[in-house]
């Protein structure tokens, strides 16, 4: 009988079995009384071979292989053998002598974008060119407007594979932990992060924002005694600044929990959730980080058990030991945060580390302020390779703190009103963290640019596709 087949699941044992297979047509070639057809399912590949043979393979049946358009959709039917040697440039080590082939869907002859210069690495450009090879190199712009080819390539398979592991792992660690997943709304009527970057919109006939995070119904589902909380959703920041690592849209992985004493317990437990996904992702994902590896070559990530924590003190005091010149009560700049990351993996040898007791001033309104010194902050943010992935704090949980805190900032408090009364009717001391699940991909695996984590990415420029 026939047997489908996956192409990444045919190898040797398969030997002498006639199989099927679906995929696209990666590439052709030959003419005559011989075609090479390689076909690609999920990324990977395999050579068929259309060799004319009576009453099984006719000239025409050739021709009309070897006239298909790439990344059109085959069937093929044949038998697999085991060449004396791999094929080059598949992924198989078996190849199917052809029997049968149905297209199932025509592609068109002229694609947008070719899939092979997308997957092109550094490396093969530079080789191609010592060849006098002449690459089409595809920007970043064309790749996005042609998306859905662009995602075709091993890498782009793979980044998208971790991706769901990331957030797949992030859940099983905090359910572990007893959190309950909720699901807060995303049209609600102030800003919670500050009013420059939220979109606004109509609400039938009444201002409202798109959500710039989970944070206020996150904390008002500890005040409703859900006791530790988590959210994976969509975020949404009207950034106005072009850079490689904000979205306009992005996929926030939100907790929130109910602290006893310190918000050291909301790091611990951010701590045993992170090392779950590093050493989820190193275990589960070694053919998909290998794969954007061969596109994107990157240092594996270096973090230690215990996750290192600084204080901003600390991370002053590192910078001003190696000479530059930083203010203590100011946030760093993007150049300054990512010097520190160097300075600290020459220092502790770790590319993920935990930066708390930040300057009051610069943390949002809800942020608690240190017990001990009211300039400093019970906050944290997390980087990775010198960039933020996390930020979160211990929150002020007082009605009246929270008001004074909220008008300082410049918020209108009429449109949080209904957030601080929450804890008018008795709130826990709590606190938790958000992180940006595209910068978590991008730095895990070092990529340059947060729109290649994002699969229809939303920036200030890009709206579609
Ligand atoms: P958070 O919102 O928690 O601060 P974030 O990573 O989005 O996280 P921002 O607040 O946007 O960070 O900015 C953090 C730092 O990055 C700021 O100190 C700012 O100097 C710098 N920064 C932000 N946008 C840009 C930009 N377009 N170009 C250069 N630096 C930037
Ligand atoms: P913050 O504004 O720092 O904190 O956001 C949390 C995390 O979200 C990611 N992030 C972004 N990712 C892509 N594009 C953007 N424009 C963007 N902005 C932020 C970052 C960042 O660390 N309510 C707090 C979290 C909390 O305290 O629980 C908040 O939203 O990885």
């Given at each position: 009988g026939r047997v489908w087949t996956q192409v990444g699941d045919l190898g040797q044992d398969h030997a002498q079995q006639t199989v099927l297979v679906r995929g696209r047509v990666h590439t052709v070639r030959g003419k005559g009384s011989l075609g090479f057809l390689v076909v690609r399912e999920a990324g990977h590949t395999v050579q068929c071979v259309v060799q004319v043979k009576d009453n099984v393979v006719s000239k025409g049946m050739i021709k009309y292989?070897?006239?298909?358009?790439?990344?059109?959709?085959?069937?093929?039917?044949?038998?697999v053998v085991v060449?004396?040697?791999?094929?080059?440039?598949?992924?198989?080590?078996v190849e199917l002598h052809v029997t049968k082939v149905f297209c199932v869907s025509t592609a068109a002859v002229q694609l947008p974008i070719n899939l092979e210069d997308c997957a092109r690495s550094e490396v093969d450009f530079q080789k191609g060119e010592e060849e006098g090879k002449k690459f089409v190199r595809v920007g970043q712009d064309t790749r996005l407007n042609n998306r859905v080819i662009d995602l075709r390539t091993p890498a782009n398979q793979a980044i998208f594979r971790i991706q769901c592991q990331v957030s797949a792992l992030f859940r099983q660690a905090l359910l572990d932990e007893d959190f309950v997943e909720l699901h807060t709304p995303k049209l609600i009527a102030g800003a919670s992060e500050g009013g420059s970057s939220v979109f606004k919109l109509e609400y039938k006939g009444q201002p409202a924002c798109l959500a710039q995070s989970p944070q206020l119904h996150k904390q008002m589902a500890i005040c409703a005694d859900f006791g530790r909380v988590f959210e994976i959703g969509p975020v949404f920041r009207a950034e106005d600044s072009f850079t490689h690592r904000h979205l306009c849209e992005f996929t926030g992985l939100d907790f929130e929990m109910e602290i006893k004493e310190h918000y050291f317990e909301v790091l611990d437990v951010l701590e045993k959730v992170f090392l779950t996904i590093f050493d989820g992702l190193n275990e589960k994902c070694a053919k998909q980080l290998k794969a954007i590896n061969e596109q994107y070559p990157f240092e594996p990530l270096q973090y230690l058990r215990p996750t290192l924590r600084l204080t901003f003190a600390e991370g002053v005091a590192i910078l001003k030991e190696a000479g530059h010149e930083v203010d203590p009560m100011a946030d760093f700049n993007t150049e300054t945060e990512k010097t520190l990351g160097k300075l600290v993996?020459?220092?502790?040898?770790?590319?993920?580390?935990?930066?708390?007791?930040?300057?009051?001033?610069?943390?949002?309104?809800?942020?608690?302020?240190?017990?001990?010194?009211?300039?400093?902050?019970?906050?944290?943010?997390?980087f990775i390779r010198g960039e933020e992935i996390i930020s979160g704090a211990q929150r002020v949980h007082d009605p009246e703190l929270l008001t004074k805190r909220a008008t300082e900032c410049g918020i209108d408090v009429k449109t949080l009103s209904t957030y601080i009364d929450s804890f008018r009717y008795g709130a826990p001391p709590h606190g938790g963290a958000g992180v940006g699940l595209e910068r978590v991909v991008m730095l895990f695996c070092a990529l340059n640019n947060i729109r290649k984590t994002s699969l229809f990415p939303r920036d200030p420029q890009r709206l579609a596709p």
């Open positions: 292989v070897t006239k298909l358009n790439k990344e059109s959709i085959v069937d093929v039917e044949g038998l060449p004396p040697k791999p094929v080059e440039g598949t992924s198989q080590p993996k020459e220092k502790y040898k770790t590319d993920f580390y935990i930066l708390h007791r930040y300057p009051a001033a610069i943390r949002p309104f809800y942020t608690m302020p240190c017990w001990d010194d009211k300039r400093y902050s019970n906050s944290f943010d997390v």
